[in-house]
């Protein structure tokens, strides 16, 4: 590769794609200079005719074609870049890429969360690299701390903030008191959220990302299907300001924590106390907290979407690859997880942790006496309680927050309570994060 | 490098050096899986005697020696770590290592703040390599990430909280309203400042992190020393209580800036918005906020400094040399500026940034007409002002905060108001940062 001039293929010109594109003609001599070589886009594989015109004032005329065979028959085309997102056929573009001796950079979460392990080892096979730092956190460039930068750390856990829709979302249910309903109405309109934001706001996008985090930081073999997911869709604004209230934000998290069971995996709406560095993490931004045996507590803080930010971090990824350096790391080190070795996974009833409980109590006396024996009895211990005043023999929310107790007792003491006649409707069950400050 | 054993030499055997091997040690299997390697601790070259006793526990005998000449004749010495910091003899060492072909991983930032360019040069010249992950940001991988995550950004600008002791101090004159010299004492107790804690409060260790960060991210040659650098010692804690009252907190800051008339460098106490991510930064930690053409704001966030953070970037260093990748990377991409291209810098004076001024102004009529007329005359114009009530005729301390206007006009101006006889004392000036959110 130390040649004059390398040769580039692109899969998609859609938002990020075009962004590529931009970078690419914009930046050519910075590029040149930075890496002692001319990148060249030779051809751009889109079925979408209408992506072909909006596109075609990047490209010289004929280079955007919906032809795979004339694609990838291009001469000259040493690395394949992936910006259609998606599996089935595009992940069967990736395969023929792959086997035939093109180098990968991917921004696509969903096939490697489904298939990473198949597609590094197919790589492996034809000796050429898959870069992916596009995949998780667009801008920031968590996917080369995780593999280089903290190289000499055992990966004690991982906390993220994966998806810059839900983030906006409950940042403004935290700040403006909205209810979920009118602010995805308002990420919608801001440009945030997807006219169907079901894959953001359902968890599946964070959980997804969490596989390939979780996959790299601890060197196992997990894909997106085995990650636990609750999404913001049932979130309601009284439990954000209940929260608040206890010194608590809420956020959608990306966990992965090692115990001594196994892998502990799951995303969902978890309360972090208000004073963490994630905590301050507001709005469309992304993060993702690391603590490392050695390096201890680090945090990595951009975009986590949009053309540019996750252009950048494709074109970063092709410079590395094509500077020669990625692929030689990609062959030498076992940084993704040896492919026979399927992670163990905790059971996320088997997980242990603080939570934030809400019912709906009747305010009568000698309630909260029978609500407090079935967590006693359940072996629950009480960290705190909130109950406003509120008129005699109405119902009146009541928040209980525990101690360290297992979620499977906890969600089954909830259902018990649920059984009083003094309680009215489904108790809430929130997950508090106590992430060590260091 | 593919083989099965590599050896290492490292010079210095203090906290980071006692770090490393603690790691070598209790991490082979670790390090031997992800490099397919296995990584040898030949000989340790330190001048304290003391030292050798103290780790005498972590190393086979006889291999920590006082005699360079040995230290260099070790066969199967193929990566020299460099721990014992400083110029003069260690750069000497250094040299004496690259010049026989070994690759460097060091620490050491005040040696790559004034003899960097040299060293890489001569690195180049002998086909070997110099990793420096350690000598900024402790256990945070700001290296990594300028040299490879952010490749495809031109780096717009790039704010630093580099020195924990100076954060650590800032954070307890914040929060609890102590002087500085009591924070610095209680600093020094906690183990957090050193006995003589010059270089930290004096900004001169900031500057020189600066220093190597700004060659790094703008590609240009330029040393520690032509950093205008300004400390926290003689910052004064009614400062700190007035600008929190006005919405800022104050952060030791290094700051790079490329503007139209070249590179601004300086590091000095700053104003920052208390809602900025850089912020949240308290106590002991540092990070880095890096604005890239592309990717927009991207934050790193982890301890500065420390035994364990600090070795763990030394051994991160280590296993991505070792596995041979990293020297390819050197060799084949102009990261660090090319030596004959020297920063065109920015005249401290021709800063232009809002600024926080307090003068100590005799409480009778007229006097702010007399100082906002010198501003006024001096094209500075004023965005806020803050003064509490006081008797009559008493001075009293007088906050007037600027919008946009030339350092060296304002320093001029506040020089004009101390001929005023309703001025007493000398004016502080303090610059305010206003980073884009993005």
Redesign the interface.
Known sequence: M?GKSIGIGMIGCGTVGG?VMK?LRD?AD??A????ATLRLRRVLEHDLGKHKAKADLLPAGSITADADAFFSTDDMQIVIEVAGGCGLISEYVRRALASGRHVVTANKSLLAAEGHDLFALARQHRVAIAF?ASCGG???II??LQ???????IDALYGILNGTCNYILTEMTRSGKDYATALKEAQAAGYAEADPALDVGGQDTAQKLAVLASLAFGVRVTGDQVPVEGIDSLQVLDVRLGAELGYDIKLLAIAEHTDAGVSLCTHPCFIHTDL?LA??HGPFNAVSIY?H??????????GA?E??A??????D???VA????P??FA????WGDADQPATLVDSDDLVSRFYLRINALDVPGVMAKVTKILGDAGISLSAMLQHEAEPGRFVPVVITTHQARRGSVLAALQATQALDEIDGKPVCIRIVDMPP?
Not at 311 to 316: G, I
Request: a positive charge; proline letters at 5%.
């Open positions: 130390a962004g970078l930046q910075l590029y200079h930075r890496l002692g730092e801008g920031i460039p080369t701390a280089f930068g903290l190289m000499a750390n055992r560095p301050q993490v490392g050695a390096t201890g507590h680090t945090m990595y803080y951009g975009r949009g540019m930010p252009a950048a971090a494709v074109v970063s092709l410079l590395n500077s020669g350096w990625y030689q790391a030498q080190l076992k940084l260091g």
